[in-house]
């Protein structure tokens, strides 16, 4: 018998706190449809279908509301 291999995807998605934008999270598909059916529309979502769990969490850190650390470039006066 051939076995099958679950494709497990990925979900990036804005939390709600209380009523007030939290953090950027990351969980798996399954887990996004879960939390959707229990309570629509209560957090945001920023992409789904990654692949990968190390890409959702870049694009977690980059997106906005991320952990990303600002790249301030300065111009040398002269």
């Not at 957090?43 to 952990?67: D, F, Y």
Request: glycine share 8%; with cysteine.
């Amino acid at each position: 018998m051939r076995k099958v291999k679950k494709i497990v995807t990925w979900v990036v998605y804005k939390m709600n706190l209380s009523g007030a934008q939290g953090a950027n999270a990351v969980c798996e598909q399954g887990e996004w449809d879960e939390m959707e059916r229990a309570r629509p529309g209560h957090h945001m979502l920023i992409r789904e279908g990654i692949t990968n769990e190390p890409e959702a969490e870049q694009v977690a850190r980059e997106s906005a509301g991320g952990t990303a650390a600002k790249v301030a470039t300065r111009l040398k006066a002269r």
